[in-house]
C-alpha cells in the first residue's frame, strides 16, 4: 500500500506548494524529499500548470510591483525570473526522487513551451512573461527540457491522475481542446466519462474549485485546483493498483 499526494495547479503560487508538500511531510527544510519519498512510500503527483498566476494581485505578489504592468518588459522579466528560480527549486526537488515525484503537463506548461496561444482570464489579464514575441523572454533550455518531459497523464492501476479529465482529447491543448467547453464542465455535465473509460478512480484538475477539493464518490474522481482553499488530495492505493476509497481525503494544511 502507497501512500499518493495529489497537490492541484500551482500557477506560480510555489510558496503555497512548498507549505503543502512540508505538511504532506513531503519536503524537508532543505526542499529535498523526505524519507518516506525518498523510499517511494509516498508518492507525489502534482497535477500541472506550474507556471502564470491566476491575477493581478499574484503577479503584484511574485513580483513585488505594487501595479504589475502585463505589456511592461521589465515587470514579464521580473515574473519570468521569479517563476524560473521557484521551477529550478522543483526540478532539483523531483530529480532526487524522480520514481516518486511525478509532475503532468497543465495547459499552461504546454502554452509556454510551445507559444502557439496567448493564454489569459476572463478579466482581460494575459500571461506574456515567456513571450518573447510580446515582450517576455523564454524560460531557459533546461527547465523548457525539464517541462518538456511531463507526462499528460499518470496511471497506477484503475486510478488515473490527469490534468482535466479522463478523455484522451482532454490531454492535447489544440484549437479543439481551447473550443470546447467541456473542458471546464464535465464533472458537472457528464461524470460517467471515469466509469466509461474503465477508471476505478480519477483525480483532475485544471477547474478551480471554490469551496476546497470536490470529491465525488459516486462518481469516483476528485477535482483538486484548491491549493488557494490550502487544500490536497490523500489517498492509498495498494500493489495491484486499486485504490482503498474510504482511505480518499482531501486534507487541509
Known amino acids: 500500500m502507497h501512500k499518493f499526494m495529489a497537490f492541484g495547479d500551482v500557477h ?30 509516498f508518492q507525489v503527483v502534482i497535477i500541472g500548470d506550474l507556471v502564470h498566476p491566476k491575477s493581478e494581485r499574484d503577479y503584484t505578489r511574485l513580483t513585488g510591483q505594487q501595479d504589475f504592468d502585463t505589456h511592461n518588459p521589465e515587470h514579464l522579466l521580473l515574473a519570468a525570473r521569479r517563476q524560473a528560480a521557484q521551477l529550478e527549486r522543483l526540478r532539483t526537488y523531483q530529480a532526487a526522487a524522480p520514481h516518486a515525484v511525478h509532475i503532468l503537463l497543465g495547459n499552461h506548461d504546454d502554452a509556454v513551451l510551445n507559444g502557439s496561444y496567448i493564454l489569459g482570464t476572463s478579466g482581460g489579464l494575459v500571461h506574456l512573461e515567456f513571450d518573447p514575441g510580446h515582450g517576455g523572454v523564454l524560460l531557459p533550455e533546461h527547465l523548457r527540457t525539464w517541462m518538456g518531459g511531463f507526462p499528460r497523464e499518470l496511471r497506477v492501476g484503475a486510478v488515473q491522475f490527469a490534468h482535466v479529465s479522463p478523455l484522451p482529447a482532454h490531454t492535447h491543448y489544440d484549437d479543439l481542446f481551447y473550443g470546447d467547453r467541456s473542458t471546464k464542465h464535465w464533472f458537472r455535465d457528464t461524470p460517467e466519462y471515469v466509469a466509461m473509460s474503465g477508471l476505478e478512480f480519477g483525480v483532475y484538475g485544471h477547474t478551480q474549485i471554490e469551496d476546497g477539493i470536490l470529491l465525488d464518490g459516486v462518481h469516483r474522481f476528485a477535482m483538486i485546483d484548491a491549493l488557494h482553499a490550502r487544500e490536497y488530495l490523500e489517498l492509498m492505493i495498494d500493489e495491484s493498483g486499486a485504490a482503498a476509497l474510504q482511505a480518499v481525503r482531501a486534507v487541509p494544511f
Open 12 to 41: 506560480a503560487d510555489f510558496e503555497t506548494l512548498w507549505a503543502a508538500l512540508r505538511a504532506a511531510s513531503c519536503v524537508d527544510g532543505s526542499y529535498l524529499p523526505t524519507a518516506p519519498v525518498q523510499s517511494g512510500l
